[in-house]
């Protein structure tokens, strides 16, 4: 691994000091792989926090992006395109809903419901600890991190936060139920490190919210266009299966590198916004609507929904029979994954697989997330098993053994989730 010190330093001087020093000037990407200015070549296996989701430089993308851009890119919200009526239509046609909504990032489309929720007329929005929704104000208010929030406190009123437990959930409506505009939940809780919700919690808060006419607001910024093995987690088994929430965010994967998030609704909920109540000035424009739209076609073209949840298992499995003793498990479904490990070991991790050509996310203390496109396949599973067990091995030469069995840290060693007891660590 090489570092452009140079290139380092002019970022340093031009952004503000909440932008994190990067870690490598990246230059170039092809399929799985980036290269950074020196020639060093990374396998990606974190996607660009699961955006990327057909890799880098796909061809399908950079035609649909260039054809697009050569007839119109903006038009603002005063007129309508056809590539955006057509990706509405095919959101609608993937996942059930109504209505749908398009902004320009999953904070956004999380504002979005926010506002949705509000119209209920109702103000208590609850949220779990651990989660995160976004930076932006409205969506800072629902996320729980106290690092993130105290700076900018006071935040919006009527956020509530509570544990991922079916105690806790039964609890806040059993207490304030008629208070509750909606409860705000990732399926998957990707930044605290690939967290899996307690088994039934999903379906048991649907329950919960019909009967107290509250909304069930997914976030899927992270686990939504197919990254779980279903084009959306919450039509899993282990999520609500054949039943459907009242709203669904998404952005990141949906993009494939660009950006665009979207709201979508169900049901009654797709009539609680009306003319004038929200808008944005680039959200659906045509030329992210057609590489949007292009992306999800192949994802579909080339089976890669399906791609996601066979690598999945492969991957989990593969991580688990490494034997290492700094795993505990894994977690997650589909190509979001996360390492649990027996100690604080994520960032050394992090920075032996680096050094090694290989780039994951040292998402909490004792996880490693990893989010790799939907393209992965034979040739990129071996590159990784390589690449991250000389990297387990390197961290394992300098740390203390530690004994810890996977059942005792609330995780999952098979590659569904919901069988957890605990739902952080």
Known sequence: MTVDTRMIERFREAFVDSVPSPLAILERGEGMHVWDREGTKYLDFLGGIAVNSLGHAHPAMIAAITEQLGKVAHISNYYASEPEIALAERLKRLSGADKVFFGNSGTEANEAAIKLARLTGRTRIVALEDGFHGRSTGALAITSKEAYRAPFAPLMPGAAFIPA??????????????????????????????????????????ALTREHGALLILDEVQTGAGRTGRWFAFQHAWALGDDVPDVVTLAKGMGGGLPIGAMLTFGSAAELLKPGQHGTTFGGNPLMTAAANAVLAEIERAGLVENAAVRGDELRSMIEDLGSPLVAGTSGDGLLVGVVLTGAHAAAIHTAALERGLIVNAAAGDRVRLAPPLILGDAELSEFQLKFSAALDDVSSRVEPVETQADTMGVSTSSTPGNTTGASA
């Open 165 to 206: 437990t079916l105690e806790a959930l039964e609890a806040e409506f059993a207490e304030h139920g008629p208070e509750i505009a909606a409860i705000f939940v990732e399926p998957i809780q990707g930044e605290a490190g690939v967290v899996d919700l307690p088994e039934g919690f999903l379906r048991r808060a649907r």
